[in-house]
């Protein structure tokens, strides 16, 4: 499992330090810092991830024209399309009218659903639109972890634990070590859940407990990047 760290603008440098990264359109769009970080990434060739999302826990699309603005900055290695939280059929909706209006080289689907059946048929359902890369979302961990046949597979973030992805293949990209690093939690310490990141946190009090989460975490899944 490759690894890639999602961490407030402040922190960037200091911790999405793997060959994976992940970014919003809206903040590549908003802030110079943010946006600059994931350019230098492009130029050295890491895997640039940008998600279709709107930042915060509940996973609905970015407006269209952010996500327009923000491709006019970055040229990402993969672009996820959007989706609604637990809705297969606005989030094939959404996708199918996202790729009548976005071409990029490798896209990735975002499956949905309320339960496996479901979100293995909106797998099918992608496929057919020509998507052959897909992301599983934390949210759907409990319902479906893997996709039969796919080549490879994104998840993205996770929030119950560190090891909830064990002997899976694939991308992970995930904001636990750091939320958790935070607050002075070790991957050890996970109940109860900790917040959400606004990806704006300033406080940064226990960086040591941080890296020291997300080297426990590449090691785990013998990322190495």
Not at 20 to 43: A, G, N, T
Request: aromatic share 8%; charged share 30%.
């Amino acid at each position: 499992m490759r690894v890639g760290i999602i961490a407030p603008i402040r922190s960037l440098k200091e911790y999405c330090t793997t060959g994976v990264q992940y970014c919003y359109p809206s903040l590549i769009v908003e802030s110079k810092k943010y946006r600059d970080f994931y350019l230098e990434k492009v130029k050295e060739k890491n895997l640039v991830i940008l998600d279709s999302v709107k930042v915060g826990w509940k996973r609905e699309p970015e407006t269209p024209s952010i996500v327009r603005d923000a491709l006019a900055y970055v040229s990402p290695s993969l672009l996820i399309t959007p989706s609604y939280m637990y809705d297969l059929k606005r989030t094939l909706r959404a996708a199918e009218e996202f790729l009548t209006m976005f071409k990029p080289k490798l896209v990735v689907g975002c499956v949905e659903g309320t339960t496996s059946e479901e979100v293995l048929a909106c797998a099918d359902s992608l496929r057919e639109l020509k998507v052959k890369t897909l992301a599983i979302p934390a949210h759907i961990y409990r319902i479906q972890k893997s996709i039969p046949n796919s080549k490879l597979t994104l998840y993205l973030d996770n929030h119950l634990n560190a090891e909830e992805l064990d002997s899976l293949n694939g991308i992970l990209v995930t904001s636990l070590p750091v939320k958790l690093g935070l607050q002075g939690r070790l991957l050890s310490d996970y109940l109860p859940s900790p917040p959400s990141l606004t990806l704006y946190e300033e406080e940064d009090n226990f960086p040591k407990v941080v890296e020291r989460n997300i080297e426990e975490l590449k090691k785990f899944y013998k990322d190495e990047l």
